[in-house]
């Protein structure tokens, strides 16, 4: 079992940045892959990037890409999502997530863990 909460979220002006983090316990080693998600009202969860536990290899959703980073400690069983350069457009629950990752990375259901979510609000 993986209990797994989220912190960092808030509301930023667009253009801005915030790091948010997930505590991991339990048997997160025992995952593939740790990642975050996304979803706005209305809109399904989408992948925003990923994170292999063994050998540390990253995939970015294309929203993602050039302006997020994911990061996981291993040491402290922490992941990281840094994101700069919000846009409005980013405005979501963030959700953490682990799985075995078998087939891909940014697939929900490949997810079998979740935090309950921080929120995420860019104002333009």
């Known amino acids: 079992q993986v209990r797994l909460v989220e912190s960092g979220g808030g509301s930023v002006q667009a253009g801005g940045s915030l790091r948010l983090s997930c505590t991991a316990s339990?048997?997160?080693?025992?995952?593939?892959?740790m990642g975050w998600f996304r979803q706005a009202p209305g809109k399904e969860r989408e992948g925003v990037a990923a994170?292999?536990?063994?050998?540390?290899?990253?995939w970015y959703g294309d929203p993602a890409k050039g302006r997020f980073t994911i990061a996981l400690d291993n040491t402290k069983n922490m992941l990281y999502l840094q994101m700069n350069n919000l846009r409005p457009e980013d405005t979501a629950m963030y959700y953490c997530a682990a799985g075995l990752c078998a087939a891909t990375m940014l697939n929900p259901s490949e997810y079998n863990f979740w935090g309950q979510g921080t929120q995420v609000t860019v104002s333009s």
């Open positions: 994170v292999r536990v063994v050998g540390g290899g990253t």
């Open positions: 339990g048997s997160a080693r025992n995952s593939g892959c």
